[in-house]
């Protein structure tokens, strides 16, 4: 079985103060697009590896993978913008630098700002227009509830659960405006599994109502609409872990692979998912008993234990969108093992794989040597640390670099993927036709589905099968292209 | 903040109880103690410098 995945990752930007006046998230943003907007005359651009860059709504970098039909090669794709994300920073700091300012801009990969601006990662899925989509929803939205357990970026979130606020208080007409964490009186915090659940208010909608639905319903497939449409999952955090990664996006694909090859499963639906995410984050030894509709309680353990034996079966049918057994294998290996970590509480099991279960032994291991409230505005910097790319501040880099966190991406695979489409999608035409176009100095129009050369009357390409790397008309237009293709490099 | 209000003003519709947070089993050592400490004494200096003004400064104006 095959499937289209992406992922979409929004970048924070931070500032540490010298003598020199401060510097916003804008204007870093700024500085760091000055080498895209030259290379490509935007600040929303496609780059010769397939993948999108562009700044959003409020000056947030966003990078979007190149659609993968591996699991593997988003893995890549995704370590890719980072390096790509890096490489920016570094040369953004040097033009601040030469500007006479001496603080330091900062690139974090995280999910909450100070004032509970919530953004960060989506999780995009091919599926077939065939599919009855409400049955979809219907098996996966328990599973993602709970997913956190597994892959939670760890945060600290107020202890009392905040579902008596209405949608209307913390979200917006515009899916693109920022959204707030509600801030009520902190009051007692504590660690939890990820801070997102609390900016969720549904379980299933479209982005155009005012509250934040765990699966966004637009639809646009960017590619053949009768076939296929895309689910857009916004409920996950950003993972620094590439381990983290490969479980968050493996585990949810393999449920819908099990959705989508009619395995029949038992209703898990949820009474109240909105109050569950919230409770299932507060919760790190995943015993707090669900309700189900079906008037059952279940703990989160046992519902993650059920959708993974159902996974196991279709792994070892070898019928799984993964892309090779080894890695559906290894999916489904550490999603047991952090089921058992869990259960048993003994987390040396998934050591070093999992962001939350690292973040806590740092957090926990900060508190002890200093005797320091959760409060304290150190563990806060210290939690900004944890996902903090810059090279010269970054906690995780430090552990990867000491071997205390596992890889999941060779890193020539990465710098592969810096520069390389994935070979097997439409991507990699794209990627070809960008890299040869500025090559050949020509203007043209891109995007996921079209190709377009600025100065010839004639129309754009369509690529409407994203599964397909060959198309008669855009390696002709590629072809055409003189000189040799140009790479992004920064 | 705005927002406190309407909080306030919710409430009587439908309060949860505050719940009670199992409490989490005991980990074990899973990364050397001395691989975290070793991490945590680099960091140390920028954790004790300005770490109030950097939180309160890393205030995102966009999101999805």
């Known amino acids: ?7 979409e990752t929004e970048y924070g930007l931070a500032y540490t103060q010298g003598e020199s006046r401060r510097v916003g998230p804008e204007e870093i943003a700024r500085y760091l697009f000055r080498p895209v907007v030259e290379w490509g005359r935007s600040s929303n651009v496609f780059l010769p590896n397939g993948a999108r860059l562009y700044l959003d709504v409020g000056s947030h970098p966003e990078y979007a993978t190149a659609e993968c039909d591996r699991l593997p090669d988003l893995l890549a794709q995704d370590a890719a913008g980072d390096q790509i994300m890096v490489e920016l920073l570094g040369q953004a700091q040097q033009a601040l630098t030469a500007d006479g300012i001496d603080g330091r801009a900062h690139l974090v ?3 909450v700002d100070s004032a509970g601006n919530s953004y960060g990662s ?25 997913r956190q357990l597994l892959v939670g970026a760890g945060a600290i979130i107020p202890a009392k659960v905040t579902t008596e606020l209405k949608p209307a208080d913390s979200n917006r007409a515009n899916p693109h405006a920022p959204a707030r964490t509600p801030q009520l009186d902190p009051g007692q915090l504590q ?22 639905p765990i699966i966004n319903t637009r639809d646009e497939p960017h590619a053949d609409a009768e076939k296929y449409r895309r689910l857009h999952v916004i409920v996950g955090d950003s993972s620094m872990s590439q ?37 299932v984050a507060r919760d790190l030894t995943g015993r707090t008993e669900l309700e189900l509709s079906s008037g059952q309680t279940m703990t989160t353990l046992e519902l993650l234990g059920i959708y993974l034996r159902r996974a196991q079966k279709l792994v070892t049918k070898g019928d799984h969108s993964l892309g090779d057994d080894a890695t559906a294998a290894r999916v489904i290996d550490r999603w047991q093992r952090m089921l058992t970590a869990v259960d048993t509480g003994d987390f040396a099991l998934v ?67 810096r520069h390389h489409p994935p070979a097997t999608t439409r991507a990699h035409l794209r990627g070809q036709f960008v890299a040869g176009a500025q090559g ?23 690529l409407k099968d994203p599964f397909s790397a060959e198309h008669e008309q855009a390696e002709k237009l590629i072809a055409g292209l003189d000189g040799e293709p140009a790479a992004f490099d920064v | 903040m705005s927002g406190q209000e309407q909080i306030r003003h919710h409430r009587k519709d439908g309060a949860e109880p505050p719940e009670e ?9 899973q990364i050397s103690t001395e691989a975290v400490d070793s991490i945590l004494d680099d960091i140390d200096s920028v954790l004790e410098t300005n770490a109030e003004e950097f939180v309160r400064n890393f205030v995102q104006k966009g999101g999805q």
Do not use: C
């Open chain 1, 1 to 7: 079985m095959k499937r289209i995945f992406g992922l």
């Open chain 1, 109 to 111: 990969k995280n999910n």
């Open chain 1, 122 to 146: 989506h999780e995009n899925f091919l599926i077939r227009r065939s599919m009855d989509f409400s049955h979809l929803t219907t098996v996966l939205l328990p599973f993602l509830v709970t």
């Open chain 1, 191 to 212: 660690f939890g599994l990820s801070a997102r659940s609390d900016v969720m208010w549904e379980g299933v909608s479209s982005a155009t109502t005012r509250s934040r």
């Open chain 1, 243 to 279: 381990t983290t990664t490969e479980l968050k996006v493996g585990s949810a694909a393999l449920v819908l692979d099990l959705i989508e090859t009619g395995v029949p499963i038992e209703d898990l639906s949820l009474r109240n998912p909105i109050r569950d995410i919230r409770r």
């Open chain 1, 351 to 417: 050591a070093g794989e999992i962001d939350w279960v690292i973040k806590r032994q740092l957090f926990d291991r900060y508190i002890a040597r200093g005797d320091i409230e959760l409060s304290d505005p150190r563990i806060a910097r210290l939690d900004f640390a944890y996902h903090d790319l810059t090279p010269q501040t970054s906690i995780f880099k430090q552990f990867e670099a000491k071997g205390a966190a596992a890889r999941a991406v060779a890193p020539e695979s990465v710098e592969q993927a």
């Open chain 1, 440 to 462: 050949a100095g020509k203007d043209y129009t891109v995007d996921w589905v079209h190709l377009r050369l600025n100065d010839q009357l004639q129309r754009a390409v369509v």
């Open chain 2, 21 to 29: 947070t199992p409490v989490a089993p005991q980990a074990q050592t």
